[in-house]
């Protein structure tokens, strides 16, 4: 299940939010599961694993 959906002026954008080293294989092929499905509605997807302080 994304995190946020945000919409504004380019549209809605999904957002999945996950630290880097939580991510495994199982959660990959979900990420890329969500992906598909935003493309699928129009919709762009964005995985945050990582920022700077």
């Known amino acids: 299940m994304p995190d946020f ?3 504004d002026d380019d ?4 957002v999945g ?3 880097a ?3 495994e294989r199982a959660d990959a092929e979900k990420f ?3 992906a598909r499905a935003a ?4 919709w762009s997807y964005l995985l945050v694993v ?4």
């Open 5 to 7: 959906v945000v919409w």
């Open 39 to 42: 493309a699928a509605a129009g």
């Open 11 to 14: 549209g809605v954008r999904v």
């Open 21 to 23: 080293r939580r991510v």
């Open 50 to 53: 990582g920022w700077h302080r």
């Open 17 to 19: 939010v996950r630290p």
């Open 32 to 34: 890329a599961v969500t």
